[in-house]
């Protein structure tokens, strides 16, 4: 209360009487640092008149001065200067507690546009808590805190891993996260942000998921136990196991790991695969696995493939023709494509069997140059292939 007069005093010092109920005509008092920038400070020794001591230093103002920027801070009150004067002079005095109001306005301007140049430099550094750098064996859901950066009204936070790398904004000092897989390391840290950029980064830390439970053996269901006459390839199939993040199928012509055909992995609950031999028993089993490890083995159950395709029919043949004469030293032999032939074994003889063989080969293509010579009668004829047998000769044609 700049204004009041009316003073008492508690204990060593001075208070102004200042509740509501003692006060009227309220007005807000705007006067702050534009006014004490005008008033100078002095030092001085009173002169001896109006009876002041003059033995003392004072710090104070020139009361003239502080009229010319703050009237409301300067009284006038009456003394006789000396003691010979009849009538006491006009003089002025400065009311202190004024001063003192101004200078609350003034520090509350000066702390409004500190804060505000603050604002306008980036923050400092965040400090990291929890989790700790190095922390194992950290649940899937993480809280991350960190103390509060000076300056920072804001704050990223970076959480990396070898292949992916996650950015949240948050205004407050801690983010909740829940993270997708177990034994996974992330790496991590904190940005401070405000109006005036982005502050330096935290250091970077580093954690590490937990490990799960090892996941139990996968129950199988198809091919059944001891199916027979399977196709070369299958489709093998099990129920999925709590907390497996995959599988291996393993098949084998013996009930264990001594004769593995087969070891294939994979995410899913099925997977096709094939074996290389037909009528031929085979065992199959499952493993289930995470990155705790690996569970014990299904059930070993056993299949038993089809029988080998039949052969392929005789082959028709094309050229040259039955009875032909070619009159050529090489002659080029053709048949149709057998349904189900990988390749031919092509036969000419001298006579109508093999008896006297001068040209025999195995070849894929359909056609075969032979050598042969003028005035001679040839006898030829293919057999069909596939990789598990060969079929009934064709016909025997002849040419000369």
């Known amino acids: 209360n700049g204004n009041a007069s009316i003073q008492t005093v508690i204990g060593t010092g001075f208070t102004t009487y200042s509740d509501s109920v003692s006060k009227r005509n309220i007005q807000p008092f705007h006067s702050g640092t534009d006014v004490l920038r005008q008033i100078n400070t002095i030092s001085f020794n009173y002169n001896g008149k109006a009876h002041l001591p003059t033995d003392k230093t004072f ?4 009361a003239e001065d502080v009229r010319n920027c703050a009237p409301y801070a300067v009284d006038t009150f009456y003394a006789k200067l ?22 609350v306005n003034s520090i509350k301007e000066l702390d409004t546009r500190i804060t505000g140049l603050e604002q306008t430099v980036p923050p400092a550094k965040p400090i990291l808590i929890s989790p700790v750098n190095g922390a194992t064996e950290v649940p899937l859901e993480v809280t991350f805190t960190w103390h509060a950066a ?27 996260m829940t993270f997708p897989a177990y034994c996974t390391a992330y790496r991590w840290w904190v940005e401070g942000i405000n109006i005036g950029g982005t502050g330096i980064a935290s250091d970077e830390w580093s954690f590490t998921t ?36 995959g599988y291996q199928l393993y098949i084998s012509s013996s009930p264990d790991y001594s004769r593995i055909i087969d070891k294939i992995s994979t995410t899913d609950t099925s997977v096709f695969a094939s074996v290389p031999s037909y009528s031929t028993l085979y065992y199959w089993w499952c493993v289930a696995y995470n990155c705790g490890g690996k569970s014990t083995e299904s ?20 050229l040259p023709a039955n009875g032909d004469t070619t009159g050529a030293e090489n002659v080029i032999l053709s048949w149709y494509k057998a349904t189900g032939a990988t390749g031919y ?13 001068i040209y025999q080969s195995f070849i894929k293509d359909t056609f ?24 009934e000769k064709s016909e025997v044609w002849h040419f000369l």
């Open 150 to 176: 000076e300056r920072a009204t804001s704050y990223r936070i970076v959480i990396t891993t070898s292949r992916t790398a996650i950015e949240r904004l948050v205004s407050d000092t801690f983010l909740v």
């Open 82 to 103: 000396d003691t010979t004067d009849t009538e006491p002079t006009a003089l002025l005095a400065v009311k202190n507690e004024a001063i003192m109001y101004t200078a």
């Open 345 to 357: 074994k092509v036969f000419v003889s001298l006579t109508p069997d093999d008896s006297k063989l």
């Open 299 to 318: 059930d070993i159950w056993s299949f038993t493939t089809q029988l080998p395709p039949p052969p392929p029919a005789p082959p028709v043949l094309a």
């Open 210 to 245: 937990a490990t799960p439970a090892i996941p139990d053996a996968p129950v199988l269901i198809s091919p059944a136990d001891s199916a027979s006459e399977l196709p070369l390839s299958n489709k093998f199939t099990w129920n999925a196991s709590e907390m497996a993040d």
């Open 368 to 391: 075969a140059l032979v050598k042969t010579e003028f005035d001679k009668i040839y006898y030829w004829w293919v057999v069909a292939c596939n990789p598990y047998a060969c079929g």
């Open 59 to 62: 710090i104070g103002v020139i």
